[in-house]
């Protein structure tokens, strides 16, 4: 990764840091504690605006894409040398460990491009299925790509100049979660690991249907 790469990165993280303590201190405390994760739930899940990319299928994945299931939603592109194949391999793990758990019904993982110069949909169904078969890809045009990751808080970036084919896109390292409402609920701050994942998951579904069985 370039230094220019290496750097945003670093500085992504550090804003995701300031970002988590600044939610922990607005967390409510007692009964309806939210649950300790490696990242941040957010007190109140966060609604984003309509969107629509292009699946790895040549379907359309909007906003409705996210109800009815948890969704686990990461942001890079295919030609990551580092970020991205290992962020993919460890939320295999987690799909393999919430399968394990009998609730993997419940969840579906979408791996977002923000490289659709490179990125087409038959690129991204071979590349997201060599980690499960389960896993969908998705890209769109830059603009759509950029208000989406602005509500979310992810950051990416492409080098001068990338005309070419061989150029490095910095992006968050984040994993963002989505509720079955389709709301964004949680963000996983890297680094990641499968069994901190799947069990901090497991966490907050826990806490999501204690407050429905109470009518929040």
Not at 26 to 50: A, N
Not at 62 to 83: A, I, K, M, N, Q
Not at 205 to 212: L, S, Y
Request: hydrophobic share 40%; proline share 7%; aromatic share 10%.
């Amino acid at each position: 990764m370039s230094p220019v790469g290496k750097n945003l990165l670093i500085a992504v993280g550090f804003v995701a840091f300031l970002i988590g303590l600044g939610l922990a201190a607005l967390w409510p405390r007692g009964g309806d504690d939210l649950p300790q994760i490696t990242g941040f739930v957010y007190p109140e899940p966060k609604t984003v605006s309509p969107f629509a990319l292009t699946a790895d299928d040549g379907s359309t994945f909007d906003r409705s894409d996210l109800e009815g299931r948890w969704t686990f939603v990461f942001f890079g592109y295919t030609h990551c040398p580092d970020v991205c194949p290992l962020t993919l391999a460890e939320l295999a793990g987690v799909e393999q460990r919430l399968r394990q758990a009998g609730v993997a019904a419940e969840t579906q993982h979408v791996f977002v491009s923000v490289d659709p110069q490179r990125d087409d949909p038959a690129r991204l169904r071979e590349y997201v299925r060599h980690f499960d078969p389960t896993f969908v890809g998705a890209t769109g045009p830059e603009p759509v790509l950029r208000q989406l990751t602005r509500e979310l808080g992810v950051l990416f970036d492409y080098p001068e100049g990338k005309e070419g084919a061989n150029y490095e896109v910095a992006h968050s390292a984040s994993i963002e979660l989505f509720d079955p409402d389709g709301r964004l609920h949680a963000v996983f701050t890297a680094p990641h690991d499968a069994q901190t994942i799947a069990e901090d998951f497991r966490k907050i579904h826990r806490h999501w249907q204690q407050r429905r069985s109470r009518g929040a």
